[in-house]
């Protein structure tokens, strides 16, 4: 699978991790940074992540930042893109399932990599539910 993954300065570190992980796991990463742990700001990179995304460049976006939650809200503002900010592998295949969603954001700051692995294994291994649920991910996109 082609994966867009960024992170901001706060996420840096994990997204390293989770990067290498799964090229290991034999998926295809393209890396929009941030390129170090030097402040920077979270929107300049969930937003090259979601156009990917979006444009079908990549099929699925990982994204990570202190909390997850500002570059969920960036990434969220393109059409397109279902972005969530996820802290359990539970959430994770809940938010495929029932939402389709096709970008994750990770807390490089309050979620141990351990758990953020489990979270991108779960998100990438599920998939969308279908059924009942796909007249509500219709309604979402109609909000683009």
């Not at 030097?38 to 990982?62: F, H, I, L, N, S």
């Not at 294994?121 to 509500?136: E, K, M, S």
């Amino acid at each position: 699978m082609i994966i867009s993954m960024g992170s901001d300065h706060a996420g840096f570190e994990q997204k390293e991790q989770l990067k290498q992980y799964l090229e290991t796991a034999g998926h295809t990463v393209i890396d929009r940074g941030c390129p170090s742990e030097e402040r920077v700001d979270y929107p300049d990179y969930a937003y090259p992540v979601a156009c990917d995304v979006a444009q079908g460049t990549a099929e699925r976006g990982v994204l990570v930042c202190g909390t997850g939650i500002g570059m969920a809200l960036a990434a969220d503002k393109v059409a397109g893109v279902r972005a969530a900010n996820i802290i359990t592998p539970q959430f994770a295949g809940l938010c495929r399932e029932h939402n389709d969603c096709n970008v994750i954001t990770l807390s490089g700051r309050f979620v141990d990599v351990g758990v953020n692995k489990e979270i991108v294994d779960v998100f990438l291994a599920t998939p969308f539910g279908a059924g009942r649920h796909t007249g509500r991910v219709e309604k979402i996109m109609q909000l683009d």
